[in-house]
């Protein structure tokens, strides 16, 4: 089994290294520029350069880079960021992605963003990065993942799309099982008759119409609960959109959920119900939310405003997990 390398981008507080260490995967370098996330960076992972602004990356040092992942900023496809698409300075930052991917001439492509980038400008935007990227020869894929299904108590919906510098058929494995790309529409109605108990588990006289909605930015977390989460229980999850079968997920709360709750989150800041009062979600209830450790973002200097932020602008690890298994199998498959 080849240990891939990777770059991170856009870094925040890296949900990538988190989820990808297990796998035996090595970091070459980050690239941050806010303060509080880089702390985080550098209490955690104080041997990883942190390049910095991601313009600058004709100046950053040559390495061999399997893998180049980043979320570049969302708020320029997203109705807070008034849908400026390409326009905003912020949306070009893809583009400064694209030009980093050919500097090192990655194997793989790991970008993430808002569900609105496939609507922005009338789906101009979208097209712009992908024929980009297929422009550097890569092949893609693309998917809307939601992390309830992969083990946290949240909805939240991202567009994931995963590049191959080569052959089609090796990002389409990654984000999609056999049944779904042969249409196996007998696969996908097993999947809608088994679904396991996610977030909407203990609804009290409700049902899947009192969930939070999709379709907000990236720094919102959108959690629907009625106490401290619970821990994680096993089981197994779903992807309902393509009709996915993913394995290995928790039952993420044990409490009940007030008829009709439906909260949204600010920079991490969830009011969540007990009794008749009302309390914000603890900075680690956030993290686990994420799929980060207890206290993770605990580090020397913190403020729980920021932590709130950085947490709200992550990536959910267990997402970012299943992407890099899946990578790391096609890889060594490819290879062998």
Request: net charge neutral; glycine share 10%.
């Amino acid at each position: 089994m080849a240990n891939l390398k990777y770059l991170s981008v856009c870094s925040g507080i890296e949900a990538a290294t988190v989820a990808w260490e297990p796998l035996g995967w090595k970091a070459v370098g980050f690239s941050e520029i806010e303060k509080f996330p880089s702390s985080v960076l550098q209490h955690h992972y104080p041997d990883t350069p942190n390049f910095g602004d991601m313009c600058d990356h004709k100046s950053w040092p040559e390495s061999d880079v399997d893998v180049l992942v980043g979320g570049t900023p969302c708020q320029s496809f997203s109705v807070a960021g008034l849908r400026q698409g390409m326009a905003d300075p912020r949306g070009n930052l893809a583009l400064v992605y694209l030009a980093i991917a050919e500097q090192y001439r990655t194997t793989w492509l790991v970008w993430e963003n808002v569900p609105g980038v496939l609507s922005s400008d009338d789906g101009r935007d979208f097209g712009s990065i992908i024929g980009a990227m297929v422009k550097l020869r890569y092949s893609i894929a693309y998917r809307v993942l939601n992390a309830q299904y992969f083990g946290v108590p949240q909805r939240r919906r991202r567009v994931f799309v995963v590049g191959y510098l080569g052959d089609w058929r090796y990002p389409a494995k990654v984000l999609f099982n056999p049944e779904s790309l042969r249409r196996n529409s007998s696969t996908r109605e097993k999947t809608r008759q088994d679904i396991a108990p996610t977030i909407m588990a203990g609804v009290e006289n409700g049902g899947p119409g009192h969930g939070a909605r999709s379709g907000h930015s990236k720094d919102e977390l959108i959690v629907p609960v009625a106490a401290p989460l619970g821990g994680l229980t096993g089981g197994h999850r779903q992807d309902l959109d393509a009709g996915a079968y993913i394995p290995e997920v928790a039952n993420p709360l044990t409490a009940r959920m007030h008829k009709g709750i439906n909260t949204t989150c600010d920079e991490g800041q969830t009011p969540i119900p007990v009794g008749m009062a009302v309390r914000k979600l603890t900075p680690m209830e956030c993290e686990r939310l994420q799929g980060f450790p207890d206290g993770y973002t605990d580090v020397p200097g913190a403020s729980d405003s920021g932590r709130y932020r950085a947490l709200g602008n992550s990536m959910a690890v267990p997402v970012m997990n299943w992407i890099g298994k899946r990578i790391q199998e096609v890889h060594d498959e490819q290879c062998d």
